[in-house]
């Protein structure tokens, strides 16, 4: 299922120059919790709402990956990213405090490779230095925007996903470092028909294929 | 490899694993059970306080909803209905906690526009259906009764 107009290569070298990652409980409970250097317990890291709590671990990410690299937001020509509620509400809070050019994307759960993927464009093709791609989701904001209160007693089918609390970012330049983006594909809509809601992971995987 | 939307279907339903009904069944039925042994308690207790048939049911529903309610502020009704299934929804403690969770959830976005308009997110459908069938039942009744 592969097409050629898709794919692209980078020839001109683009690096990942820096990263963060900001979980909440259960994923630092869970198999990778020795990847996480930033874990919550708080599900509101202290905010009043889940909302501004998704924001907050946006912001966290991204000031672990400045931190790490010694960079600052004047370094980054561009941010690219989103989450997975309305008007990608999370991202734009999250990233509004370092001022840096900003576009908001929504791929849901391919949100964090098509940002990646955009900001690779962006350095391969020189119109940026440096690129942030970062995306971020949490399970009580996306269980109020998708599916019911967290209070209520509905019922998951053993299909059902669990929306991760956490948020990561990407930056890619020029310098060279360990790892580098080589190239990327944008996939295309594959519809092979799951319409449970609940059964997300059938409904995704043709996309991958 | 191509597939067809069919055998993708088929494919995805092999693959899903199926609710386990032989824990989930028993577990809604004592749960739910359970519930209702516990309304009828409250039945017999303002019984004996000689409230009379009629009453001692109203009294009975509004304990229940207060229960659940409480329970739903607490965070413990969904605790519950993880290992209740519809033995915690069916009963009138379901119909509370479908009322009490959209105000605690909605409670961030105001007190009018959060709270009070997405009061009945839930439990809505519940009343429009609900009532529109009682319309249909007084209708019949009022023509043919």
């Known amino acids: 299922m592969k097409d050629e107009r898709s794919g692209y290569r980078f020839t001109n070298g683009v690096f990942v120059e820096s990263y963060g990652v900001a979980v909440g409980k259960k994923e630092g409970e869970g198999p990778l919790k020795d990847c996480f250097p930033l874990v919550f317990n708080d599900d509101r890291l202290g905010e009043n709402s889940f909302e501004k709590a998704e924001s907050r671990l946006q912001k966290e990410a991204m000031r672990l990956a400045f931190q790490r690299a010694h960079l600052n937001p004047v370094d980054l020509d561009v941010v690219l990213g989103g989450d997975l509620l309305n008007q990608c509400i999370a991202t734009h809070y999250g990233v509004r405090d370092f001022e840096i050019p900003f576009l908001g994307l929504y791929g849901a759960c391919s949100n964090m490779a098509e940002s990646l993927l955009l900001a690779s464009l962006f350095v391969d093709g020189g119109y940026a230095r440096r690129a942030a791609a970062v995306t971020s989701s949490h399970f009580c904001t996306a269980e109020r925007q998708f599916r019911f209160p967290l209070g209520y007693g509905s019922h998951r089918p053993p299909t059902a996903q669990w929306t991760a609390t956490a948020a990561g970012t990407v930056f890619v330049g020029r310098e060279q470092r360990k790892v580098r983006v080589t190239g990327g594909m944008i996939g295309k809509i594959t519809d092979l028909g799951i319409c449970d809601l609940n059964n997300m992971g059938a409904a995704m995987a043709p996309e991958s294929g | ?145």
Do not use: R
Not at chain 2, 74 to 79: A, N, V
Not at chain 2, 102 to 111: D, H, N, Q, V
Not at chain 2, 115 to 121: C, D, S
């Open chain 2, 1 to 145: 490899m191509t597939l067809s939307k069919k055998e993708y279907g088929e494919m995805a339903k092999k693959a899903s694993p199926n609710t386990k009904f032989y824990l989930t069944l028993p577990k809604a039925f004592v749960i739910g059970g359970l519930i209702c042994t516990l309304g009828q308690v409250f039945v017999n207790y303002y019984q004996s306080l000689n409230l009379g048939d009629t009453l001692s049911g109203t009294a009975t529903s509004v304990t229940l909803i207060f229960l659940s309610a409480l329970l739903t502020g607490l965070g413990l009704y969904s605790k519950l209905s993880k290992h209740g299934g519809a033995g915690t929804l069916v009963p009138i403690t379901g119909f509370a906690n479908a009322v009490v969770s959209p105000a605690l959830e909605f409670k961030s976005e105001g007190m009018i526009l959060g709270l009070a308009a997405k009061l009945f997110v839930i439990s809505g459908p519940v009343i429009v259906y609900g009532m529109a069938a009682a319309w249909l039942y007084g209708l019949y009744y009022y023509f043919f009764g």
